[in-house]
């Protein structure tokens, strides 16, 4: 049976995806799986923060995205438009949060 809640769908840095139910109203991003709801490791440059590069959360009917004072910054792109995001972007279905994992 197919999930009523949201779906992030997330491209880790070696290219892994996942799916990750949005069932609580905060999750935290960031280097470490142990301090984040979700962890983007491996981060061998070390770009990604190790607790809450950024936080999904739940304000009413609207989920946020919320940037931690990264020095990488987080991103959202919306169709064809990418954009920081300076403290905080409501998040759309089709929108994509991004964060600098790797750098070739």
């Known amino acids: 049976m197919k999930?009523?809640?949201p779906i992030l769908e997330v491209s880790g840095p070696a290219g892994e995806?996942?799916?990750v139910e949005l069932d609580k109203d905060r999750i935290t991003i960031g280097r470490f799986a142990a301090f984040n709801d979700i962890g983007l490791e491996p981060d061998p440059q070390q770009l990604v923060t190790r607790r809450a590069h950024?936080?999904?959360e739940r304000e009413?009917?609207?989920w946020w995205v919320y940037d931690n004072g990264s020095v990488n910054r987080t991103f959202i792109r919306r169709e064809q438009?990418?954009?920081a995001v300076n403290g905080r972007a409501v998040i759309r279905d089709g929108d994509a949060i991004r964060i600098l994992?790797?750098?070739y």
């Open 3 to 5: 999930s009523l809640l």
């Open 17 to 19: 995806m996942f799916d």
């Open 54 to 56: 950024c936080v999904i």
């Open 60 to 62: 009413a009917d609207m």
């Open 81 to 83: 438009q990418v954009e």
């Open 101 to 103: 994992g790797m750098l």
